[in-house]
């Protein structure tokens, strides 16, 4: 059997060579295949032919590319990266303490009567013209206070569904006041008292420290710059208004401050649950600092040793600490207590010599 000639057909010119098939020993070979995937080049690869490249870079048009090149070694997240290099621009909004939000008409009403700067107030239009509160208003826009009248729900948003009671206000950021200057000022009360509140982080605590230590009748209170809370709006709501009377001083050293305190003639106390004695069988006299330690920690060890009496609050129940605000208040109403029986009421005197 002789072998046939094997026919191959012709394409015309205008068709496209797309590689036919051959039959060789019933099998369907193409002799130039077109899918190759890896076409080889004698071309390196080079930016003139980025055609060879299979992921396509679009200098033109840089939004198509889906990770972009950048020449800029200094930068390690490419993703972050933009053509121009420009770093992304630093928020201007200020932090909690550089502009506080009060909320509340006795807080807002306080610090409006003790004439503190405020940027701007948020206020019902029911509540604007109020007696107690339009004399106020009309003092702090003189003074450069922006007034707006809103409604209920502006308030709600701008305190976050608080307890608004219809007014806002934008604090400046709050004066503390230097150490001397407030044991200057606390010396012109005799037997003056000062809280030191070592560490307290918790804002509604050093807000309630704070209301309990002006209502009894302390002078000030002296508070640590690190690891503890400073005056914010929470504390400032919490306080209910007793800071427009009440001094803070913030130090940053609390150990060296207390030694400061020892100087101008102050008997320090700290209150611990061990190694102290009870609070009521300490005779408290002259100038007294009470220093109240943090809600889990306690006092620390340096401020222990810095204070001169250590005292506690007996306890009968099976709960072993007290909450930090509610111990400051116990222990400062001990102390004025023996004091109010130490003082000759000259009233209550003469109303007995009357009766007789």
């Not at 019933?26 to 071309?43: E, F, I, L, Y």
């Not at 919490?238 to 427009?244: H, K, Q, S």
Request: hydrophobic fraction near 35%; aromatic fraction near 4%; include cysteine.
């Amino acid at each position: 059997m002789q072998n046939k000639p094997r026919k191959i057909i012709k394409t015309s010119t205008n068709e496209p060579n797309r590689g036919q098939p051959v039959k060789i020993q019933g099998k369907r070979v193409v002799t130039n295949p077109t899918r190759n995937p890896r076409k080889v080049d004698s071309n390196p690869i080079s930016v003139a032919n980025p055609t060879r490249n299979p992921r396509k870079i679009d200098v033109a048009n840089p939004s198509r590319n889906p990770r972009k090149i950048d020449s800029n070694p200094i930068s390690g997240n490419s993703r972050q990266r933009n053509s121009n290099f420009s770093q992304p621009p630093v928020s201007t909004q200020p932090i909690e303490e550089d502009n506080d939000l009060i909320y509340g008409r006795h807080p807002v009403l306080s610090a409006l009567q003790n004439q503190r700067n405020l940027n701007r107030i948020w206020i019902t239009t029911r509540l604007r013209y109020d007696p107690s509160f339009h004399h106020f208003l009309l003092q702090a826009k003189e003074n450069g206070t922006v007034i707006d009248e809103v409604e209920p729900k502006r308030l709600d948003y701008l305190t976050n569904g608080a307890n608004h009671q219809g007014v806002a206000a934008q604090t400046a950021p709050y004066a503390y006041i230097e150490l001397p200057d407030l044991i200057e000022q606390a010396k012109t009360v005799t037997d003056s008292v000062i809280v030191v509140a070592d560490g307290i982080t918790d804002p509604h605590n050093l807000g309630a420290i704070i209301r309990t230590a002006e209502a009894i009748g302390a002078q000030g209170l002296v508070i640590p710059q690190r690891r503890a809370s400073g005056i914010t709006s929470t504390v400032m709501k919490v306080a209910a208004g007793a800071l427009e009377n009440f001094a803070v001083a913030r130090v940053v050293n609390l150990s060296r401050a207390l030694e400061e305190l020892k100087e101008a003639g102050y008997w320090i106390y700290g209150t611990a649950a061990s190694g102290s004695e009870p609070v009521h069988t300490v005779n408290f006299t002259g100038p007294i600092v009470l220093v109240i330690g943090s809600e889990g920690e306690g006092l620390g060890m340096l401020t222990q040793r810095s204070c001169d009496f250590l005292v506690s609050i007996p306890l009968q129940g099976k709960t072993p600490s007290l909450n930090a605000s509610v111990a400051a208040g116990m222990a400062l109403y001990e102390i004025y207590r023996q004091r109010s029986l130490n003082t000759l009421h000259l009233d209550k005197l003469q109303k007995n010599s009357l009766k007789k």
